[in-house]
Nanobody, 121 residues
């Protein structure tokens, strides 16, 4: 059983910062890509940022220059540092990992339960 658990969400004023964390646990053989997605009320879930096992990063245009994704492979943890937050960043943020649990099985996607980020004055 694999679990991804996010933390670090909350209420912040415009221009503020938050740091999200997502720790993967369970029977894990390897993790390739990890990423953050978000879903605002009434909207589809969208990519925020991803990072490969080698450290290659991809960002949504809307967060470039403000958000930074990083990972600690030893801890199976991915982070999202969010600076200069805007009200339009308000959403539930989800962690996703491409995880292999055994050499006998293919990698599959796992999602966390989500953490609320609200940017408001």
């Amino acid at each position: 059983q694999v679990q991804l658990v996010e933390s670090g969400g909350g209420l912040v004023q415009p221009g503020g910062s938050l740091r999200l964390s997502c720790a993967a646990s369970g029977s894990i053989f390897s993790i390739s890509a990890m990423g953050w997605y978000r879903q605002a009320p009434g909207k589809q879930r969208e990519l925020v940022a991803t990072i490969s096992s080698g450290g290659s990063r991809v960002y949504a245009d809307s967060v470039k220059g403000r958000f930074t994704i990083s990972r600690d492979n030893a801890k199976n943890t991915v982070y999202l540092q969010m600076n200069s937050l805007k009200p339009e960043d308000t959403a539930v943020y989800y962690c996703r990992g491409t995880i292999t649990i055994s050499t006998m099985m293919s990698a599959r996607l796992y999602w966390g339960q989500g953490t609320q980020v609200t940017v408001s004055s």
